[in-house]
């Protein structure tokens, strides 16, 4: 018992296995999702990336996470409700989430008077569960995983007469695919447009419609090196699952790519990039620093891409980057930062021997002020010091303004301390 498809134009069927096949979705679709939900969601900017400026590439950004909760799956969720029926309001809708799709479900639910069953599992944020709640949703808190939440929607669909909602829906990427027709229009002269992905949703939709509205336009995938889902759908010929992994692109540890997305974006897709985790960290950071914008680690693989240099044959050219999602929390957030300090060599972390006297530590302070550094932490070491018993270690962690500020004050931190141990910050070993 799903959505009606009869407003749905569906191109063809493309065969994954011998029981197994899938929709792709039509440009039509996307035209027809732009018209339901024009009034329920966000027409996000389309800004200038100031961090341009110190790059070789044109970049605007694809403000998603301006929507209302804060991500595109606002789109899809709204497209869905809208195209459903009437019955829908008695009925309900059933989804399985544990990020950006439950919220925009409870959100949409509870403006259009549709009852929502969100179902997460247990590792999901304990504030997404109140906010759901507090939109009038109801919360079943099932299984270790997605897959195990998704498996018990699926049963609920199943036992009720409930719509279920998945990111794979054809509705829902139709309603994605608005993000597509949205910059072709703010920004016609769009050369490359690079979106993160998941499941493969948003990257459908929005691929269909820029192609359809300019041919020329190079489309991109970018999804994160730890869970690496479509790349391995792509290889293998046909979806498959990957190991999940904890990262900080939160919302694309998507297991398995989805049938429909897959099947849409097979064939036509320009490339797929894989980004470091080192780099969502820095990107995150570049759009509070710079842009001075709040954006989910997954939101911004897109803009990560670029500064990783995954895609040197698009500089000098307009590239759109999608920041598709802003739902991050606060702890994840300062996580992000400081690890994209660390990235970008702007947290310095040592060891060194000072006296155990009353000046030890004011020196040694003095000397990180002296060089306009951030003591960030600091603490000492007084048991386990096997040579000077006048003497304690100090671990400290500063921060610096760029990588040639933290030369010059490891310049003279050496000079002062000869026996200081700086520890290197591996750009490879950031998880």
Not at 74 to 80: C, P, S, T, V
Request: net charge negative.
């Amino acid at each position: 018992m799903g959505a009606t498809r009869s407003d749905i134009d569906l191109v063809y069927l493309v065969s994954l296995g011998d029981d197994e096949s899938s929709n792709v979705l039509s440009f039509n679709a996307i035209n027809k999702a732009a018209e339901r939900i024009s009034g329920g969601i966000v027409r996000t900017p389309l800004c200038i990336a100031k961090i341009s400026k110190s790059m070789d590439y044109d970049i605007y950004l694809k403000c998603e996470n301006l929507q209302y909760t804060g991500s595109c799956a606002e789109r899809g969720i709204l497209n869905f409700m809208m195209a459903a029926g009437a019955d829908i309001k008695s009925r309900g809708v059933v989804v399985a989430s544990q990020g950006a799709l439950a919220l925009a479900a409870a959100y949409h639910g509870h403006c259009l008077g549709i009852p929502v069953t969100v179902v997460m599992p247990e590792r999901a944020s304990p504030s997404l569960a109140y906010r759901c709640s507090d939109l009038g949703a109801k919360v079943v808190v099932c299984g270790d995983s997605l897959e195990q939440a998704v498996t018990y929607a699926n049963k609920l669909y199943k036992e009720t007469e409930q719509f279920y909602v998945s990111s794979d829906d054809l509705l829902v990427i139709a309603g994605l695919g608005t993000v597509g027709l949205e910059v072709i229009a703010q920004l016609p002269e769009t050369e490359a447009l690079l979106v993160p992905v998941a499941a493969g949703g948003l990257l459908a939709g929005t691929l269909v419609a820029a192609k359809m509205l300019k041919c020329s336009c190079l489309v991109y995938g970018v999804e994160c090196s730890r869970v690496p889902t479509m790349l391995r759908a792509l290889q293998v010929g046909r979806p498959v699952e990957v190991p999940t992994a904890p990262t900080l692109a939160e919302g694309l540890d998507a297991p398995c790519a989805g049938p429909n997305a897959f099947a849409t974006i097979k064939g036509r897709l320009d490339r797929m990039l894989v980004v470091d985790e080192a780099w969502v960290a820095r990107a995150v950071l570049a759009l509070v620093e710079r842009e001075r914008l709040v954006a989910s680690g997954g939101g911004v693989v897109a803009l990560a891409a670029l500064m990783q240099g995954l895609a040197p044959e698009l500089r000098g050219k307009r590239v759109v980057c999608v920041i598709s999602s802003g739902n991050i929390e606060s702890g994840q957030l300062s996580r992000a930062i400081q690890r994209g300090l660390g990235a970008e060599s702007r947290l310095v972390r040592f060891a060194v021997p000072v006296p155990d006297t009353c000046f030890g530590l004011k020196d040694l302070a003095t000397a990180i002020a002296n060089q306009q550094a951030i003591l960030k932490s600091l603490t000492t070491e007084q048991v386990w010091v096997t040579n000077d018993v006048n003497v304690i270690w100090a671990n400290v962690v500063v921060e610096t303004v760029n990588e040639e500020h933290t030369t010059a004050l490891k310049d003279y931190i050496r000079n002062l301390y000869p026996c200081v141990r700086f520890v290197l910050y591996d750009l490879e070993d950031k998880h």
